[in-house]
């Protein structure tokens, strides 16, 4: 836990530089969703979704990234971090773990 702490600048900029890779869903939705699940979506309800998806997923990345070399707003930047994980996590746990949308959730890293 103690080098955690210490190292906190670099956990938090490397996790959010993996973690802003997902503006890619945001910026090409159907080759996103195919490089990540081997297929995509189609319609633009379907696109809407994941171009969402993917931009908050890059703004948790980008707020980490900036939590990192910004001491006094790391408690903020992982609180709402932690939240979103969380959050995630709990609406995937409510839909049962064989359902699509576990399965999808899982997968996609929206459960960390």
Same mark, same amino acid.
């Given at each position: 836990m103690n080098w955690i702490v210490a190292n906190m600048k670099w956990v938090m900029l490397i996790s959010g530089a993996l973690t802003f890779t997902m503006i890619y869903a $945001?910026?090409?939705?159907?080759? $996103?969703l195919r490089s990540t699940f081997g297929e995509a979506l189609d319609g633009p309800l379907a696109e809407i979704v994941v171009r969402n998806w993917g931009a908050l997923v890059a703004l948790v990345g980008a707020m980490l990234i900036y939590g990192a070399f910004s001491p006094a707003s790391r408690p903020l930047v992982l609180t709402v971090a932690g939240i979103r994980s969380w959050s995630s996590s709990d609406w995937s746990s409510t839909m049962g773990s064989n359902s699509s949308a576990s399965r999808w959730a899982w997968q996609s890293g929206s459960i960390w």
């Amino acid at each position: 836990m103690n080098w955690i702490v210490a190292n906190m600048k670099w956990v938090m900029l490397i996790s959010g530089a993996l973690t802003f890779t997902m503006i890619y869903a $945001a910026i090409a939705p159907q080759a $996103a969703l195919r490089s990540t699940f081997g297929e995509a979506l189609d319609g633009p309800l379907a696109e809407i979704v994941v171009r969402n998806w993917g931009a908050l997923v890059a703004l948790v990345g980008a707020m980490l990234i900036y939590g990192a070399f910004s001491p006094a707003s790391r408690p903020l930047v992982l609180t709402v971090a932690g939240i979103r994980s969380w959050s995630s996590s709990d609406w995937s746990s409510t839909m049962g773990s064989n359902s699509s949308a576990s399965r999808w959730a899982w997968q996609s890293g929206s459960i960390w």
